[in-house]
């Protein structure tokens, strides 16, 4: 059974960072591409960045990037999102997701989602 549980989300001031994992078991996590999605209340979900499976290559979406990373332990199984500098914009549900192969394709379906952590930044 593919699980992908995030964990880091919370409430936190204005400037502040935050560090989002998510924990990956029962696929091949080094053959898999993985996304960070976030969705606003109301919103369509949106791609926040992507890693490829070997983790050397990364997009951060222009509006983040700078204050947003994406990293990816394969020995570990886990994803994160390092998120600096937060503002109430930032607050949302954040989700990972998962695409077999080597890179992301946002016009792709990805293959496996975690349910989400909630992230609330206070002004």
């Known amino acids: 059974q593919v699980q992908l549980v995030e964990s880091g989300g919370g409430s936190i001031q204005a400037g502040g960072s935050l560090r989002l994992s998510c924990t990956v078991s029962?696929?091949?996590?080094?053959?898999?591409?993985m996304a960070w999605f976030r969705q606003f209340p109301g919103k369509e979900r949106e791609c926040v960045g992507t890693i490829s499976s070997d983790a050397t290559t990364i997009y951060i979406k222009e509006a983040v990037r700078g204050r947003f990373t994406i990293e990816k332990n394969n020995a570990a199984n886990t994803l994160y999102l390092q998120m600096r500098n937060l503002t109430p914009e930032d607050t949302g549900t954040y989700y990972c997701a998962a695409q077999s192969g080597t890179y992301c394709y946002l016009r792709e379906a990805f293959d496996f989602w975690g349910q989400g952590t909630q992230v609330t930044v206070l002004s």
């Open positions: 029962g696929l091949a996590f080094s053959a898999h591409c």
